[in-house]
């Protein structure tokens, strides 16, 4: 399985970002697929999830409304679409995907049930 992460870039504050994920080796469709996200001198943070056949989406709270996460199964590609960027968003994302077809809400943070990971994609936005 290989997940290989794209469209990061700088931006500026208010601006918007799509990031791909193109994966190889596994369904998006059918697994438990997200974005997690680290910022310099932090620990890697959950932003977003899709839990697998049931397509329900979560997001941590301080991304709900701005950005959003879909795939396409033609294209067995995950997607990040991130608006209204703020500097805090500022961190490297990375796409991850688990064999699992599904996952409780209250495990989609927890790393150790995402199997693949993606090699990263850097976001800076400047204020």
């Known amino acids: 399985v290989q997940l290989q992460a794209s469209g990061g870039g700088l931006v500026h504050a208010g601006d918007s970002l799509r990031l791909s994920c193109a994966a190889s080796?596994?369904?998006?469709?059918?697994?438990?697929v997200g974005w997690f996200r680290q910022a310099p001198g932090k620990e890697r943070e959950f932003v977003a999830v899709?839990?697998?056949?049931?397509?329900?989406?979560n997001y941590k709270a301080s991304v709900k409304g701005r950005f959003m996460i879909s795939r396409d199964n033609a294209q067995n590609t995950l997607y990040l679409q991130m608006n209204n960027l703020e500097p805090e968003d500022t961190a490297v994302y990375y796409c991850a995907a688990s064999d699992r077809q599904y996952v409780i809400l209250s495990q989609v943070d927890n790393e150790d049930i995402y199997d693949y990971w993606g090699q990263g994609t850097l976001v800076t936005v400047s204020s």
């Open positions: 899709i839990r697998g056949t049931s397509n329900n989406r």
């Open positions: 080796g596994l369904r998006v469709s059918n697994s438990v």
